[in-house]
């Protein structure tokens, strides 16, 4: 019976064959001897995070605009630009 090989790949580094599961390569000694082909996550999931954390982005920046603009400061440093009053007429 002959053992099945395992899945190699190649170093990083070096590039010879280390396998799959090892921690170090043999030859050069490197720590995480290679880097997965396969994302960490579903960039379907990175994608949505990303708009979302955008459209979170412009929302707070909208608010904080719209606090500047016409929150209570603003209102207080208004001035009245209307014609004063005039006592003619007035009873």
């Known amino acids: 019976m002959t053992e099945a090989m395992p899945d190699t790949v190649s ?5 010879s064959l280390v396998a799959r599961d090892a921690t170090t390569c043999p030859s050069c000694g490197a720590k995480q001897p290679w880097i997965p082909d396969e994302p960490s996550m579903n960039p379907r999931v990175i994608r949505l995070a990303m708009w979302a954390g955008g459209i979170a982005l412009i ?4 608010f904080v605009l719209g ?6 400061r603003a209102e207080r440093d208004e001035r009245d630009h209307r014609p004063p009053v005039s006592g003619y007429g007035v009873r």
């Not at 929302?59 to 909208?62: P, R």
């Not at 606090?67 to 209570?72: D, I, K, R, S, Y």
């Open 11 to 15: 170093c990083r580094l070096c590039t």
């Open 67 to 72: 606090l500047m603009m016409f929150g209570p």
């Open 59 to 62: 929302g707070l920046v909208l």
